[in-house]
DNA sequence: CGTGCACTTGATTGAAGTCAAGCGCTGTGG
DNA sequence: CCACAGCGCTTGACTTCAATCAAGTGCACG
């Protein structure tokens, strides 16, 4: 727990002791309890998290007032409200701890910070990126080629901590199809 | 035209003349005919794309055969198969020229070169990378959000080149509604 | 121990897809 | 230069998947 993030880094990139030292100690601890929400739309500065473990939910209101879940982050991964982390706009989007969880996070100008005066941080910053995009694409694509059936499937069979941790009606938001149809999804498979 | 590129490049990074010398003699100029279809699924190496004149668009094709568009890129836009170029996995997109259309690209392996060789260059990456974060995003949050109307009306707005300038079917597939479907909202509005 | 929220199940509705037919442009070859 | 073949687009009739509405069950938590 204490070595999970900086395993994660070595993981990623290769970085000198006094550099990871240094990275470590922009990161600051946070315990989380269940159902606890710990960033509002438009709350600004902007922290990204590390989740330690439990599990982070980022989600939006739609114009009809329904819960839209945009990502779910577990044990070992980074999670923040990307867009606007990039765009610099004011954030739509919530960050809800699911389950008691503990993170740490490093504030948006510290994580800039570290981009200048470490140039390993600019490599786990593009990792980040790429994964982000690659997740987001095949999300897109799920959409595009799937219908509600098949997109459940393709959730149990890739990420089945989502259906196995998370609240039917978070799924259900995840998956863009409603709570009942969900429901009857998992009673016929 | 010839400048388009340099330009561009200008405009996101700080580059000495020297660097930039060297970045462009790593980009080769191609021209395409109308239709044409410059990348099929599954080839190696890989490009990226620079469009000077005219339209790429990037799509593949579902189970049932139908052609589904990822993007488009117009004049002074990147463009390549980039979950791919990401991953190292087998692409499964085309690449083709909607209009006559003037490119530069680099291949995969250049691309790498520079990121080594010129420190600016992973900054340009990054920029691509965020851009096509965003793009993808709120296009994902159009799907979760919108019906096919306000889908529509939403690309007219941000995004009239594709309206204007692409087949009917393309934006239907874009869209991801019916080309009939597209078809009865432009009588209607 | 009771209240409320999560979930299930059934009936009905609706948005968009599919199927089908016909129109009209465009470009290609005689 | 014209003819006609084929593709792109439109319009109409019907179908379907999943949403919504509605009611009821059961578990969790104060």
Same mark, same amino acid.
């Given at each position: 727990?204490?070595?999970?993030?900086?395993?994660?880094?070595?993981?990623?990139?290769?970085?000198?002791?006094?550099?990871?030292?240094?990275?470590?100690?922009?990161?600051?601890?946070?315990?989380?309890?269940?159902?606890?929400?710990?960033?509002?739309?438009?709350?600004?500065?902007?922290?990204?998290?590390?989740?330690?473990?439990?599990?982070?939910?980022?989600?939006?209101?739609?114009?009809?007032?329904?819960?839209?879940?945009?990502?779910?982050?577990?044990?070992?991964?980074?999670?923040?409200?990307? *867009?606007? @982390? =990039?765009?610099?706009?004011?954030?739509? &989007?919530?960050?809800?701890? #699911?389950?008691?969880? +503990? *993170?740490? @996070? =490093?504030?948006?100008?510290?994580?800039? &910070?570290?981009?200048?005066? #470490?140039?390993?941080? +600019?490599?786990?910053?593009?990792?980040?990126?790429?994964?982000?995009?690659?997740?987001?694409?095949?999300?897109?694509?799920?959409?595009?080629?799937?219908?509600?059936?098949?997109?459940?499937?393709?959730?149990?069979?890739?990420?089945?901590?989502?259906?196995?941790?998370?609240?039917?009606?978070?799924?259900?938001?995840?998956?863009?199809?409603?709570?009942?149809?969900?429901?009857?999804?998992?009673?016929?498979?």
């Amino acid at each position: 727990m204490y070595k999970l993030l900086p395993d994660y880094i070595k993981e990623k990139i290769t970085i000198s002791d006094p550099d990871l030292e240094t990275v470590l100690s922009y990161f600051k601890p946070q315990k989380l309890k269940k159902n606890e929400i710990l960033v509002n739309p438009g709350e600004k500065p902007q922290r990204i998290y590390f989740v330690v473990s439990g599990c982070l939910r980022i989600f939006f209101l739609t114009e009809g007032g329904a819960e839209a879940t945009r990502h779910f982050a577990f044990e070992n991964q980074f999670a923040t409200a990307l *867009v606007s @982390f =990039i765009t610099g706009e004011i954030s739509k &989007e919530y960050v809800q701890a #699911i389950e008691d969880t +503990e *993170v740490y @996070f =490093i504030w948006q100008s510290d994580f800039y &910070e570290l981009l200048k005066i #470490i140039p390993q941080w +600019e490599k786990l910053y593009r990792h980040y990126l790429e994964y982000a995009y690659v997740t987001n694409t095949n999300r897109l694509m799920s959409f595009i080629t799937l219908d509600a059936t098949e997109r459940y499937r393709q959730l149990l069979a890739q990420n089945p901590n989502v259906v196995m941790r998370m609240p039917n009606k978070m799924v259900a938001s995840y998956l863009n199809i409603s709570q009942e149809t969900l429901s009857r999804l998992k009673s016929k498979a």
